[in-house]
């Protein structure tokens, strides 16, 4: 076979040609880029101890490809290595039966691809494997069947040893090489360790958070919503507007409260409307029996005289006749009756002794003809002497009374009404008021109540209101003496003369047979100070005929104590 003839003449310097072998020491190696592999990672070992040169190292072979010997018994050149043969492409063989030698393994032959061989039955390198191409770095192999690893990935070496990478500029490449220059594109896979399994009570842990973090955007994206709705709802509505209410309650009432006490009151109050020759006036009464008879004021009923009409209405709207069965006007006392009414609520009578300054009290009427009024307020006083009338002149139709005293609300029409206690019993007759122009009358004026409104303590109604329905008129309590109503000192004095002339201690009456005299003065009655006539008036018509009373009396300057027993007048 022909030797090929050189590219150029000889050297004169007798440098050998090129392809040829000589005596001249080896070039330095051509460096090549290569991925340095990680921290802490070996670099791969020439198999059975060989020294594996560096790429691109020129051997003493001529360029014949050589036939790669198996690893056992002799170390095989390595990749790049110069063969001494003509330039024909050679079969690679498999190394007891492993991994044919990838592509770019530097044979003395042409630069054919070779195929792959998998060594000993491992996996074919994937494509982008460094072949035999001019000065490409190399991937370690697995020998005996092993898989072969990524880029820059040291492998282990037969028989388990490392397999070191050969390091370029570096004559051997075994262990205690330098590091290569890192390559952030190729670095080495690791393996990270799987994760624990998840656990059925973390499970349910992450499940329960999920669930509370939905229900909490729910309810949040819920509340935006519902509050954006009603604002623009509020704004701009959706038509026809509907305002909330309470549900329907029950009617019923606690039986002390002042609702309770109207409720069970009221069925037992009448309106009055009275009509005269020459007055008519409105007030009000309250049912005492089953009858029909009605208890009210006699300057109510008085504008009907002997021939006027009274008309009475019923809380529940009913209206009927009624006729005057008798009536008294030193105790302001009437009695009416109506007839052929059916269901009539009689009131029950308290007690007035019982009755204590700050009880609770209602009273009842049609003030300024407003029908079945109520109004609330306590008893602000007891034993007010109260005297009204007197438009007559003689003073026969002046009125004493030792009222009960209220700040409940009476005005012109309450008259005759009834002032009930807390168990809605009545206690008193609404009568009269003090207004504001000082003025004291029964019905008050017109003036309104000021919160001074005054009753005749029930006890003294009953017995008035008895007498009246059982023989048409009232007896008055009296002591027998004509009173000085001039006196201007403290107490009552007894006048000297009387109305007609005669003797002012009526002979053989009471005040005769306890020994008063004229010109004496009363000062006390029961032990209560007495500072006027009217006084005095008032405290004995506060009693029954028949009542004993202890005086103080003053005669002479000296004060004495006398006893007496109440005689009877009849009513005119």
């Known amino acids: 076979m022909e030797r090929p003839r050189p590219l150029h003449d000889p050297d004169p310097y007798s440098t050998p040609p090129y392809g040829e072998p000589g005596p001249w020491a080896p070039a330095p190696p051509v460096q090549h880029p290569a991925a340095t592999p990680a921290h802490g990672t070996q670099l791969p070992q020439p198999p059975h101890g060989g020294t594996t040169p560096p790429h691109g190292t020129p051997g003493p072979a001529p360029h014949l490809p050589q036939q790669p010997q198996p690893l056992h018994g002799g170390a095989t050149p390595p990749h790049g290595t110069p063969g001494s043969g003509p330039h024909l492409p050679q079969q690679p063989q498999p190394l007891h039966g492993g991994a044919t030698p990838p592509h770019g393994t530097p044979g003395s032959g042409p630069h054919l691809p070779q195929q792959p061989q998998p060594l000993h039955g491992g996996t074919t390198p994937p494509h982008g494997t460094p072949g035999s191409g001019p000065h490409l770095p190399q991937q370690p192999q697995q020998p005996h069947g092993g898989a072969t690893p990524p880029h820059g990935t040291p492998g282990p070496g037969p028989h388990g040893a490392s397999q070191a990478m050969s390091v370029p500029g570096q004559p051997g490449g075994g262990q205690g090489a330098p590091r290569q220059a890192y390559d952030p594109w190729n670095v080495p896979l690791q393996q990270v360790g799987s994760l624990p399994p998840e656990t059925r009570e973390k499970r349910e842990k992450r499940g329960r958070r999920v669930l509370f973090i939905g229900v909490a955007v729910i309810a949040l994206l819920s509340g935006l919503i519902g509050g954006a709705t009603g604002a623009y709802l509020e704004r701009n509505g959706t038509g026809d507007v509907e305002l909330r209410q309470a549900d329907a309650e029950s009617a019923d009432r606690p039986k002390g409260s002042v609702a309770g006490i109207a409720s069970a009151t009221l069925p037992g109050v009448v309106t009055l409307h009275v009509s005269g020759d020459s007055a008519q006036g409105t007030g009000t009464g309250f049912v005492l029996d089953g009858k029909g008879h009605i208890l009210t004021n006699n300057h109510v009923v008085e504008p009907a005289g002997t021939g006027g009409e009274v008309s009475v209405t019923f809380s529940g709207g009913e209206t009927a006749k009624a006729e005057v069965v008798g009536r008294d006007s030193g105790y302001d006392l009437a009695v009416v009756k109506v007839s052929g009414v059916r269901g009539l609520k009689p009131l029950p009578l308290g007690n007035s002794e019982n009755v204590q300054v700050g009880d609770a009290v209602v009273a009842i009427g049609a003030p300024f003809d407003l029908e079945n009024t109520v109004t609330s ?196």
Do not use: C, M, W
Not at 394 to 423: C, E, F, H, M, R
Not at 444 to 459: D, E, H, K, Y
Not at 509 to 532: C, F, M, Q, W
């Open 377 to 572: 307020g306590i008893i602000s006083a007891k034993e007010r002497p109260i005297t009204a009338g007197g438009e007559k002149g003689d003073g026969s139709d002046i009125s004493y009374v030792d009222a009960l005293q209220t700040d409940a609300p009476i005005n012109p029409g309450n008259s005759g009404g009834p002032l009930v206690d807390s168990k809605a019993r009545v206690i008193g007759i609404n009568s009269a008021i003090r207004s504001a122009d000082d003025s004291s009358e029964p019905g008050g004026g017109q003036a309104g109540s000021i919160g001074l409104g005054f009753a005749i303590p029930i006890n003294q109604g009953k017995r008035v209101a008895e007498e009246l329905i059982n023989f048409g008129k009232a007896t008055h309590p009296v002591i027998g003496v004509t009173l000085d109503t001039e006196f201007n000192g403290d107490g009552a004095r007894i006048a000297d003369k009387g109305r007609n002339g005669g003797s002012s201690v009526n002979e053989n009456g009471p005040g005769d047979e306890a020994g008063l005299k004229p010109g004496d003065v009363i000062t006390e009655v029961d032990g209560r100070a007495v500072h006027s006539s009217d006084e005095l008036i008032v405290k004995v018509r506060a009693h029954r005929p028949k009542d004993r009373l202890r005086l103080t009396v003053e005669r002479d300057g000296d004060d004495r104590e006398v006893t007496l027993v109440l005689g009877s007048a009849s009513s005119g």
